[in-house]
């Protein structure tokens, strides 16, 4: 494990390579599972706000999900999450032809018709962050869908934290990131 200030990183994260190849899983993540994409309050109300913007992408099994129980529920872990459609699509997936997916919400934000990207947990993925009460915990998550990923990194060299420089920049900020690849280049020219 890794500190920067009030955060705890696994070293997979510093350590394993990774790199979305979303022509070998077709955007899985966002079908995939047993819950929704963690939310913090502030992005539920952010979706609330965009919704008309993205609701003709949205599914119609999504729009009925949506008007039943709203962008997203608390689920089995007390978590906020976005709401899913037959108990694992996210309600913001939509498709394109062969099979891939896009969330609805970055669509929208890269026709330039909203400033907000998508969910920050999202952005983060395959890093999911745990909060406790006095730090944070990065942990790398590992998934089978996500193997062409990791093939995908080792080709390019390119570290999970590496691939995710942007997200993890907007979650904890600029000099945090800074903090990280050193430490991480230093651990990681040890070996």
Known sequence: M????NTVISLDVIEQEFICDLQACLGACCIEGDAGAPLEEEEKTKIEEILPLIWEDLSPAAQEVIKEQGVAY???DKDLVTSIVNGKDC????YEKGGMCHCAIEK???EGKTDFYKPVSCHLYPIRVD????FSALNYHKWKICGAAQVLGRKHGLKVYEFLKEP??????ESWYQQLDIAAKH???KK
């Open 168 to 173: 993890l920049i907007r979650k904890f900020g």
């Open 131 to 134: 909060k406790y009460p006095t």
């Open 2 to 5: 890794l500190q920067i200030e």
């Open 108 to 110: 929208a934000y890269r």
């Open 91 to 94: 309600v913001f997936t939509c």
């Open 187 to 189: 651990l990681n020219n």
């Open 74 to 76: 608390i689920d089995e």
